[in-house]
């Protein structure tokens, strides 16, 4: 699995997104929309994709309207000073995953997301058959 943004500010790009540490977040450097793009060598099944977010810590810095897209689909989602992590369903096979940040709280400029979970199965009998209707 790869993980590229779309822009970061030094000493706030892809290492401190992975940390665990909550005072470490990728915070980026550039106008409106900000990306996150996952890939993987191979199409996989995944669940879900999770990102972390402190509006009490970042107020204008927090995302409010982000795009999830992969395959041929995607979707919109309006956060509301969301805190902790915020689950962005896939539920899909796929090689290829982005997250566009398209609106701030209040308007504001650059955003901050303090964590990302990929879920996904490793299980290649359920990665299989995950597409049939039985």
């Given at each position: ?27 980026t ?21 999770e ?8 107020e ?7 795009e ?7 979707y ?31 308007d504001?400029?650059?955003s ?20 049939k209707?039985?």
């Open positions: 699995m790869y993980l590229y943004l779309s822009s970061f500010k030094k000493g706030y790009g892809l290492k401190e997104l992975l940390s665990e540490d909550d005072n470490e977040y990728w915070s450097d550039s106008v409106l929309p900000h990306g996150i793009t996952i890939t993987f060598n191979s199409k996989e099944y995944v669940y879900s994709v990102l972390k977010f402190s509006y009490e810590k970042d204008s810095y927090t995302p409010h309207k982000i999830v897209s992969y395959n041929n689909s995607s919109i989602e309006i956060l509301n000073q969301p805190e902790g992590y915020v689950e962005f369903k896939i539920d899909a096979i796929t090689d290829k995953i982005q997250i566009a940040i398209l609106l701030n709280h209040t504001g400029k650059d901050h997301i303090h964590g990302i979970k990929v879920k996904k199965s490793e299980d290649k009998f359920f990665r299989n058959f995950s597409n209707i039985f």
